[in-house]
């Protein structure tokens, strides 16, 4: 703690003239001079003007969490008396690191210092290091190194991203990142950086063709509501971010892909799983780049009675996704006759239905939607046939609430 002036100046005078000590000492300017430089010596008052260290430079700070890192990483806990030391500096030196990379509240981040530290980085396995000792650091310093493999996903060196080309040639590390989801107390930091990993489409495509897009399906029912809805967030990130690659991949696994979706997600008894499934088909749907898809997809019976259930469901939210991809099965111009008989087996029950249908605030567009699907509805006429055992019933007249009674959820 400083020691206020008035105190020195005291003391000093005090020693001057001998208050402390049983030596008178003479009044000279000389003696003066020696006795209040002793006083700041001996009381730490040179430590007011000391500076604060220089800061290391970014390299630097990155070579040596790299060293820290292969410490921590070979040598067990309780064989390094010097373990908590080692990890108190690295703690220091991953601030250090997001301090660089996103600046503070004085002062926004240098570009130069961020382009030093990307390099080194990327130069060696400091990724590496980070996502494998992940588990032993605390907390904080947890969350302090999933910030910076997140945002050193987005740092440019020579207008390339550095981090896609590092990754192209560790793409093992994805598996451990995916395979996060297994430890809840990891999940959601190896989800965010999975996250950011994604950017790159080199690593969206691995991780699209490996056997980790079948466990997604188990991942997003984990009974841990944070864990699944991370797992959810990245599951819908590779659904939608690149979407060549996304539709190479649904037209070479369209059979297992839609299995699962419908049977895990669309029927799922969690509300919460339904809503977000139905939300993400329609997105999938929908976009251009999937148009062979989703042709595929309005053409299968099944896919309709699993359409024709949510459009039953009390939440409107359901009801208005549902709807946006039921719309498709009806505008179809190539429709399959058991899809059109379906439709006309149903036609009376299904414009009752969308006479009720309403949404909370005025839409033009889906009042324009709806109106054409009841208008093609209306005109649709029977390929074939109609025998009464041969569809799926419709659900009945809606409710008060304009819920529809559930299609029996037996095989055509």
Not at 45 to 62: D, G, L, N, S
Not at 313 to 318: D, G, L, Q, V
Request: net charge positive; charged share 25%; glycine share 4%.
């Amino acid at each position: 703690m400083p020691i206020p002036a008035t105190r020195i100046a005291d003391r000093t005078m005090g020693l001057a003239n001998g208050l402390n000590g049983s030596t008178k000492v003479k009044r000279s300017p000389s003696n003066l001079k020696k006795l209040f430089t002793k006083t700041l010596r001996s009381t730490g008052v040179k430590y007011i003007f000391k500076t604060k260290a220089k800061p290391k430079p970014p390299a630097e700070v990155v070579r040596q969490v790299r060293l820290l890192l292969e410490a921590v990483d070979s040598i067990d806990d309780n064989d390094d008396p010097n373990h908590f030391d080692k990890m108190q500096e690295l703690d220091s030196l991953l601030h250090d690191m997001k301090a660089i990379l996103y600046g503070s509240n004085e002062c926004e981040p240098a570009a130069e210092a961020c382009l030093q530290l990307t390099q080194e980085f990327f130069r060696d396995n400091t990724l590496r290091l980070i996502i494998l000792c992940l588990p032993k650091l605390n907390l904080e310093a947890r969350k302090d190194a999933t910030r910076i493999v997140a945002n050193l996903q987005r740092q440019p060196v020579n207008s390339r991203l550095i981090a896609s080309d590092y990754l192209e040639a560790n793409t093992d590390l994805m598996d451990h990142l995916v395979s996060g989801y297994d430890d809840p107390g990891l999940a959601l930091h190896y989800g965010a950086m999975l996250r950011e990993c994604i950017r790159h489409q080199v690593v969206a495509r691995y991780v699209l063709k490996s056997e980790h897009m079948k466990k997604f399906f188990d991942h997003m029912q984990i009974p841990e509501f944070d864990v699944a809805a991370d797992a959810t967030a990245t599951f819908k990130e590779l659904m939608t971010r690149h979407k060549s690659t996304v539709a190479e991949f649904l037209l070479e696994n369209y059979d297992w892909f839609f299995t699962e979706f419908n049977a895990k997600l669309l029927e799922s008894t969690n509300y919460i799983t339904r809503r977000q499934a139905i939300k993400l088909l329609g997105d999938i749907l929908l976009d251009r780049s999937n148009s062979a898809v989703m042709t595929r997809y309005v053409s299968s019976k099944d896919n309709l009675r699993i359409l024709m259930n949510l459009l039953r469901e009390t939440s409107k939210n359901i009801q208005l996704d549902a709807f946006h991809v039921f719309k498709l099965f009806v505008a179809n111009r190539n429709k399959p006759s058991d899809i059109v008989n379906i439709i006309v087996a149903n036609r009376s029950k299904l414009l009752r239905f969308f006479a009720s249908f309403r949404i909370d605030k005025e839409d033009e567009q889906f009042e324009a939607d709806k109106a054409q699907v009841v208008k093609e509805i209306a005109e649709l006429e029977a390929k074939g046939p109609l025998f009464s055992g041969e569809l799926h019933k419709f659900p009945g007249t809606p409710t008060a609430s304009g819920e529809l009674y559930k299609v029996p959820n037996r095989a055509l």
